[in-house]
């Protein structure tokens, strides 16, 4: 993010503490320094401010992996300077992400012959495996349009209005119009009759998702796969169906193989995982997954052959780490069908340990499901004296990081709480946050009572303020990170001074 520096109040804000032994003037904040420092300096300048992020491991707002085992940070960095795309250089980096591919192929039970290779292509993550797959979708829809001489120009997309933010930035960036079903009260994903009901002629497919981000509910895609093959049937038209697996991808197969969601549907053409989901990756890696080449047009393949042999290439980015297909690789290949199911139904356990703790405080409700994403979200059962922005924000002293975000329309007035079970969260964390919880209730309870700020934040940062909606400025929050910097350089200047003095 760029800001004028002007706007935030001071240029020089780099301040040396510790590093003043090998620096005595501050470094410009927003300028490329005049000279260079020593790489000690360099390093621990920057060290040192990053101590202000939060612990990874606490971030219980995230799905993405924050842990994996040193064997795999060993072949990560030792791959740091690979860059992927140079694919004659590096052919088995390449052959890896192949053998990822058609592993997860197979775990999405797509129809392959044997010894057919599978059709997929390894991403940075979710959101470009979606961009992906959506172009995918849009070029046949065009393409079945122009052959029968019909308009091809207002092209749409269903899905409820739980979605990701990448399906409204596929939609914004694709020019392709985003038809959302509306959520409503204890319903928060996409009701399958409603999303059929919106299909027309422009409908370039159905997605649904697998592991709402909201609240982790599986969609009910047999029931869209039914009801969509019954209406394609009566009008002849051809809409398909996407699944947006990033989080449920690596979660159904393990836990409930026999909940029929992905390529057993026949109207499901494509899905997208992300493998630095449950994927067990560190951020980074995404997979996009079609049926079969007939799904996936030859058009929006681009074959280069100038850094060696012919490499077909599908991907909005050109150059990227080569790391995260060989951790994918390690992950499958280490853990196995035994290993994930493993780290899944310990996840779930642990979620449940949770949740269960969470019920006996009697003061929320449960809005997660216990067959989905393991996760649970809850919200107050009363929040007229103090409300689930505050039970977060209370956490945060206690090192925890869970989100609150209102739900989409029409269910804008609920506030939820959640929190991520991932595979380093393990029963100890479980219990000493229901214990947090409990001492955060009690905290507040005894608070005297006030008014109750309607303020409430979306999950894209939004602060919603009663009706009125207003976003918080990039400046204020970049302002209030400064601030928060500045102190704590003030008291690392005021402890150096009395250890100074000690010394
Ligand atoms: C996380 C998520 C995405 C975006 O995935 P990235 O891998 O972060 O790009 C898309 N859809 C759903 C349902 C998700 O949970």
């Given amino acids: ?26 470094l410009p904040r927003f300028r490329m320094p005049e000279n260079s420092i020593p790489k000690e300096a360099a390093y621990q300048i920057i060290n040192d401010e990053l101590m202000l992020d939060g612990n990874p491991r606490l971030n219980l707002a995230s799905f993405v992996t924050t842990w994996m085992e040193p064997e795999c940070d060993k072949l990560i960095m030792a791959a ?47 959101s470009e495996a979606i961009m992906l797959a959506g172009l995918a979708f849009k070029r046949k829809w065009q393409n079945r349009r122009k052959e029968q001489g019909l308009p091809f120009d207002k092209p749409n997309i269903v899905t409820g209005a739980n979605v990701q933010v990448c399906w409204e930035k596929f939609a914004r960036y694709f020019e392709v119009e985003l038809k959302e079903v509306k959520l409503r009260d204890d319903y928060y994903v996409m009701d399958p009759e409603l999303a059929v009901e919106m299909v027309d002629e422009n409908t370039i497919c159905v997605a649904a998702i697998l592991g709402s981000t909201l609240n982790g509910e599986f969609e009910d895609v047999k029931r869209l796969n039914d009801l969509l093959e019954q209406k394609n049937k009566e009008t002849g038209w051809e809409t398909p169906i996407h699944v947006d697996a990033a989080s449920g991808g690596f979660i159904a197969p393990f836990l409930y193989p026999d909940l029929v969601w992905d390529f057993r549907l026949p109207l499901v ?15 980074g890696i995404g997979w996009s ?31 990227k780490g080569s790391s995260q297909v060989i951790a994918q690789y390690y992950q499958l290949i280490r853990l196995g069908y035994e290993g994930y199911k493993n780290v899944m139904e310990n996840c779930r356990d642990n979620m449940l340990v949770l949740k269960e703790g969470l019920e006996k405080t009697d003061r929320f409700k449960i809005v997660s499901k216990d067959n989905g994403v393991p996760l649970v979200a809850f919200t107050l059962k009363d929040s007229s004296h103090f409300n689930e922005f505050q039970v977060s924000d209370f956490l945060r002293r206690f090192g925890w990081i869970v989100p609150a975000y209102t739900m989409p329309p029409d269910a804008q007035h609920v506030t939820v709480l959640r929190v991520v079970i991932r595979e380093d969260f393990s029963r100890t964390l479980a219990e000493r946050l229901v214990l947090d919880v409990q001492k955060v209730l009690h905290e507040l309870e005894l608070l005297p009572a006030r008014v109750v700020s309607n303020t409430t934040v979306t999950p894209n940062g939004e602060v919603v303020d009663n009706n009125v909606k207003v976003k918080k400025s990039e400046l204020e929050t970049q302002r209030e990170i400064t601030m928060v910097w500045k102190k704590f350089v003030m008291e690392r200047r005021k402890m150096n001074e009395k250890m100074n003095g000690v010394c």
């Fill in 269 to 283: 053409k494509s899905i997208n995982v992300s493998g630095h989901k449950y994927g067990l990756v560190y951020a």
């Fill in 80 to 126: 740091i300077n690979k860059n992927y795309v140079d694919m004659d250089e590096y052919p088995v980096t390449t052959e890896l992400q192949n053998r990822c591919v058609n592993m997860i192929a197979h775990l999405f039970n797509a129809p392959l012959e044997d010894g057919e290779p599978a059709v997929g292509v390894g991403t940075v993550g979710s």
């Fill in 289 to 319: 997954i079609w049926r079969s080449k007939e799904d996936l047009p030859e058009e929006l393949i681009f074959h280069i052959n100038y850094l060696g042999a012919d490499q077909p290439t599908f991907t909005l980015n050109f150059s």
């Fill in 1 to 26: 993010m760029v800001l004028s520096e002007t706007a935030t109040g001071t240029d020089v804000s780099v301040h040396s503490t510790f590093a003043s032994r090998y620096v005595r003037a501050s």
